[in-house]
């Protein structure tokens, strides 16, 4: 089987609530939508988040851009994304090049996945396990962050993220306070600082979190500080976690070389694709690292299946309204009984309706 074509569409997809972190706010999400069709007419879809719209015509052009590369080849996912990595290395496989690539190494794996008329886990060699969901909350305040975590609790999510790094550490301690009387003892807790702290900052604010019982803290200093990371995790009881804001299996690597053991939380599209995540997987399992997805709740739920130390999937239905069959959840856990290949599958009203 070969690639015959790529089909791009960008579309911005509102939120049905702007989501705020302490970094900015997200009020819609810009996506790149990939459809590739091989010879025997099987196609494989996959989701790129540009995050801003000024990406959002630069990474569709770009991905268009990189068809004449792959046309004509056979589907061999692996292969291509070893031959696209070594392409751009000189200008550099991060940022939009990197995300472009990653886009198309997702569909790739999902027209393999299609054209065997299998899930992505089961290609993988991977048998179907629980996969428990946490449901995440914005820079909301903590009346606000206590309601939408009553909301996650009603669905039946197994546990909530919140968004914290306010003024001052009383509003952190405060929401998470809130949050844990809305949802009981039951439900995991997790906060999520969105790198906005200084290491000085964050070895005060983590120490004063330690008695709250969260599951992790997640980026308090910035992505690529992992002597920091490191450093503040000898000083803090609390997991501290990392991961979504780095590129491809080599900053993993270097993740792990500094130190880092206890939880990482690849994001699909700036790991490398399925391909990218097998890698980074497998050092995980190398160390007995915890792996946890960000965002891409649909292929996340298939490879954390296929990930052996896995622990969380990080669900979010802000993509949904573009999707034929969002990824179902039953009983807080993601449901993948009846899924082909990846999940994804663009509903074309609405892609026409949010095109950009």
């Known amino acids: 089987m070969k690639i015959l074509s790529f089909d791009v569409r960008s579309v911005l997809v509102p939120m049905a609530e702007p989501h705020r972190t302490a970094s900015g706010v997200i009020a819609a999400s810009p996506l790149v939508l990939l459809s ?21 015509k630069a990474t569709a052009e770009l ?21 696209l990595q070594g392409r751009f290395r000189l200008l550099g496989t991060q940022g939009l090049v990197g995300m472009a690539l ?22 993988l060699g991977a048998a179907a396990k629980p996969v428990p969901c946490y449901g995440g909350i914005g820079y909301d305040g903590a ?16 546990g909530v993220k919140a968004k914290i790094g306010y003024p001052t550490l009383a509003e952190d301690i405060a929401v998470v ?35 709250e019982g969260l599951q992790w803290i997640e980026e308090p200093v ?11 995790g000898q000083r803090v009881r609390t997991p501290l976690q990392a991961g979504e804001n780095w590129w491809g299996p080599l900053d993993f690597r270097h993740a792990f070389d500094a ?46 299946t296929a990930t052996p130390t896995a622990r969380w999937l990080e669900y979010a239905d802000w993509w949904n309204p573009v999707l034929k069959s969002p990824l179902r959840l039953r009983d807080g856990l993601a449901d993948l009984d009846g899924v082909l290949a990846s999940g994804v599958e663009f509903d074309d009203d609405a892609t026409r309706k949010y095109a950009a």
Not at 36 to 56: C, E, N, P, R
Not at 143 to 158: H, N, T
Not at 275 to 292: F, N
């Open 259 to 304: 130190g880092v053991r206890e939880h990482v939380m690849p994001d699909v599209m700036k790991c490398g694709g399925v391909t990218g995540w097998l890698a980074v997987s497998a050092m995980a399992q190398a160390y007995g690292t915890a792996v946890s997805s960000h965002l891409w709740p649909e292929i996340s739920a298939q490879l954390l």
């Open 102 to 123: 990653a886009g198309i190494d997702m569909a790739l794996w999902d027209a393999l996945a299609r054209s065997r008329q299998s899930p992505l886990h089961a290609l």
């Open 143 to 158: 009346a606000d962050s206590a309601r939408a975590a009553e909301r996650w609790a009603r669905q039946g999510l197994k």
């Open 177 to 211: 306070r809130a949050i844990r009387d809305a949802v009981g003892p039951q439900l995991a807790v997790m906060v999520d600082y969105n790198q906005s702290l200084t290491p000085g900052e964050a070895r005060s604010r983590l120490q004063a979190l330690d008695g």
């Open 63 to 83: 991905m268009k851009n990189m068809e004449p590369l792959v046309a004509g080849q056979a589907l061999a996912p692996a292969a291509l994304s070893e031959q």
């Open 36 to 56: 590739v069709t091989t010879d025997q007419g099987v196609q494989g879809h996959s989701i790129t988040f540009t995050y801003t719209q000024a990406a959002l």
């Open 222 to 232: 910035l992505a690529h500080d992992y002597a920091a990371l490191v450093q503040l």
